[in-house]
């Protein structure tokens, strides 16, 4: 497992993992090991990695829209 450490450590963190189709998907685990989100499957490790990325630079500029 590949750790990158930051200023700060971060409250959420992102994991990737292969499920048992042998796809690559990710988690974003809170420190407590509560699970807030899961992605679907990618084909590519890359194609995860790329996905992470873009939430990475998207998220913190999103709006919240609660349709309930």
Request: charged letters at 30%; hydrophobic letters at 35%.
């Amino acid at each position: 497992m590949e750790h990158i450490p930051h200023a700060k450590e971060p409250e959420v963190h992102f994991e990737i993992y292969k499920d048992k189709a042998g796809q690559f998907r990710f988690r974003v685990t809170a420190t407590n090991g509560n699970i807030l989100a899961a992605s679907e499957g990618y084909k590519q490790k890359a194609s995860a990695v790329n996905a992470i990325e873009r939430i990475k630079s998207d998220a913190a500029g999103a709006e919240t829209i609660d349709n309930s």
